[in-house]
């Protein structure tokens, strides 16, 4: 079975669960709700977009959260005091002089990813606590709070963002040599590296964009809390694997369209928003997301059996 | 001829110091405490090491309060060998991690040198006592408020600590205790944030969609209400926003008027209790009770109203104590 009837099976699925879930959750299908939760969903996929990225090459980036919270702590700071792009642009550097480290570490010295960017992640809370001392940095510009607060027609800024950053990823994925390089690494680092691929300078420039992602996540979070504090993020690899996966991100590396980011944070945003809308007690969140997890894991699965049957 | 004068005075304060302390089990001048706080640029904390500063003053005794570079419990347990070596008489511990302290404590306990635990419960080693916050009273004081201001008629939403953790249950169980004496008081909703700002403006978004009419907000912490006062900016709604722990930021939230109040939960009194019990123990051998809980600094909700009134109640009180505030 080819790869678009996967995802057409994927959009399937999800819209089966708006459809019963606009039927049977009351306010669910309001316009405010509906923009409240287009919100949701693309500041998720956004989020997702690092750790996507590292399991296409087969890798995991937990680090994510932490590298959100130190470089938008870091970014806070000059942007309070009126120096927005400068503070932007810091922000975005932090996280991709963070996220080559990983990079370097895991492609140059073999480090294992897992080790790498778990330690990274503690290595880079530590900083990141130790810079605000328990404090947040809060009252941003108007020029800032734009990037979290604003809407462009009826669309909020983050949603627009979010689909740029997508659009983007997806072109760079699908029609540059540094996205085919991508999946080939992904599918199997040591033939890409004997057919004479930089399978190395990937997976640095993989991580290092991982990082960038991370801290542009960061920056349009701390934008709409209009407060930047180091516990920004803490769940942020948890949850970004879960939307990669429901995206179809494969674990195995190599296989899933970026664009799937945007169906994974739609069901999350779904699960988190009926839960508040029905009044569970929020466990039944985590409950919700766990059991969604595996059954789309397991259609999948299904799904490509019988492909292979069929051929 | 100064300095000859300079160390008779020096030497008539320690021979009238030691006369006076020939009275209790131990020489006051000689009693030194040690109060290790979780972090000395947050003004709680701050606020913490003064309370404990004033109490040794109280009862003569040198306190010297120490806070770890970076925040972490292994720091602090590092500050408590120092302490041990040092041979302090006791040690008040303000722990980062009430499981990660344990360690710090027994060595400590093996050392003989008593410790006093504040604010947070650790969960093992040998302790004289402990004391903290009654959150149960913080939680009594903003619904209190919440029903005196909305007339006992109104819908509210309640933002809970982090599900499990004991001061998110006590808070909660004050202001629940408050709100059922309304009965025209509807609490719509009831979940937790888990006291994190993201968390809260996340659930905050939800809640405003499901319920249209909102009056009030009461969040178990000062973080949560920063986090639903900007989802509730955001949706250009209007409603009564309050937390508790009366954090900087979110006084600065009141003067502005983008809260409506918040409750204090006080450091110190918190430093000022431990240090003073701990005091007690050493000169006067009185055992500590196992559990002493912190009255609120203020007696009621800290608003637009009376929150210069606070400041200034605060300033005074730190004045009586001769504490130079910066």
Redo the contacts between chains.
């Keep these: 079975m080819t790869l678009p009837t996967r995802a057409l099976y994927r959009v399937a699925a999800v819209a089966a669960i708006l459809a019963v879930v606009w039927i049977f959750v009351p306010?669910f299908g309001?316009e405010?709700?509906l923009i409240?939760l287009l919100r949701?969903a693309f500041l998720l996929a956004l989020v997702s977009t690092g750790v996507s990225l590292s399991m296409l090459v087969a890798g995991l980036d937990l680090s994510i959260g932490a590298v959100a919270a130190l470089s938008s702590c870091l970014a806070a700071t000059l942007i309070v005091q009126g120096y927005v792009g400068p503070g932007i642009l810091a922000g975005l550097a932090i996280g991709a002089l963070a996220g080559m480290l990983n990079g370097i570490m895991i492609a140059k010295l073999r480090l294992p990813f897992f080790i790498m960017t778990f330690s990274m992640m503690f290595i880079i809370r530590?900083l990141a606590?130790?810079y605000t001392?328990?404090?947040?940095i809060?009252g941003f510009p108007r020029s800032f709070t734009w990037l979290g607060?604003s809407f462009l027609g009826p669309i909020p800024m983050p949603v627009v963002v979010g689909a740029v950053v997508l659009g983007l990823l997806h072109i760079l994925l699908t029609k540059t040599t540094f996205g085919r390089i991508t999946y080939a690494v992904g599918a199997n680092a040591e033939a890409a590296r004997f057919s004479g691929l930089a399978a190395d300078r990937n997976l640095i420039q993989a991580y290092a964009l991982s990082g960038v992602l991370a801290s542009l996540s960061g920056l349009i979070?701390i934008a709409?809390?209009?407060?930047a504090?180091a516990?920004?993020?803490?769940m942020w690899p948890l949850e970004g694997i879960a939307v990669a996966v429901i995206g179809g991100i494969a674990f195995s590396g190599g296989v899933g369209n970026i664009l799937g980011l945007i169906l994974g944070g739609i069901v999350m945003a779904v699960v988190?928003?009926c839960v508040?809308?029905l009044?569970l007690?929020?466990?039944f969140q985590d409950f919700f997301i766990g059991f969604v997890i595996i059954l789309v894991v397991l259609i999948d699965h299904v799904t490509q059996k019988r492909g292979k049957a069929v051929k | 001829m100064k300095r000859t004068l300079s160390v008779t005075v020096l030497a008539l304060v320690v021979v009238v110091g030691l006369a006076g302390g020939a009275l209790a089990a131990k020489a006051p001048g000689e009693t030194h405490v040690a109060l290790v706080v979780?972090?000395l640029?947050?003004r709680f904390f701050v606020e913490m090491k003064w309370g404990g500063e004033a109490a040794g003053k109280q009862h003569g005794i040198k306190v010297t309060v120490l806070a770890p570079?970076?925040?972490?419990v292994d720091n602090q347990i590092r500050i408590m060998e120092d302490l041990i070596q040092k041979k302090v008489d006791a040690i008040v511990i303000v722990p980062i991690d009430g499981a990660g302290i344990v360690s710090g404590i027994e060595r400590a306990n093996k050392a003989k040198i008593p410790v006093f635990n504040l604010n947070t419960l650790a969960t093992g080693g040998d302790v004289i006592g402990f004391a903290g916050i009654d959150h149960v009273q913080l939680g009594r004081i903003q619904g209190q408020w919440g029903v005196d201001t909305l007339k006992s008629k109104g819908n509210v939403v309640i933002l809970e600590g982090t599900?499990g953790a004991s001061s998110a249950i006590e808070r909660q169980e004050g202001v629940t205790e408050m709100l059922k004496k309304a009965p025209g008081i509807k609490v719509l909703?009831s979940?937790?944030a888990k006291y994190?700002?993201?968390q809260a403006?996340?659930?905050m978004?939800?809640?405003?969609?499901?319920f249209p009419e909102i009056d009030m907000v009461l969040c178990a912490n000062d973080?949560m209400a920063?986090?639903a006062k900007?989802a509730i900016k955001?949706?250009r709604r209007k409603m009564a926003v309050l937390g508790i722990d009366a954090i900087?930021?979110a006084l600065e939230a009141v003067q502005k008027g983008e809260m409506a109040g918040t409750v204090d939960s006080n450091g110190f009194d918190q430093g000022f209790v431990a240090v003073d019990l701990t005091a007690k123990y050493l000169l006067k051998d009185q055992k500590p009770p196992k559990d002493t809980k912190v009255g609120s600094g203020a007696a009621s909700v800290i608003t637009k109203a009376n929150a210069a009134d606070f400041e200034k109640a605060k300033a005074e009180k730190f004045k009586k104590f001769g504490i130079k505030v910066d």
Excluded at chain 1, 133 to 136: D, E, L
Aim: net charge neutral; glycine share 10%; proline share 3%.
């Design positions: 306010r309001t405010s709700n409240n949701q530590g606590l130790t001392q328990g404090t947040s809060h607060k979070y709409r809390l209009n407060a504090d516990d920004l993020g803490m988190g928003n508040n809308l009044g007690p929020a466990r | 979780k972090d640029t947050n570079e970076k925040y972490a599900t909703a979940t937790t994190n700002r993201q403006m996340k659930v978004e939800d809640l405003l969609t499901r973080a920063l986090g900007e955001d949706a900087p930021e």
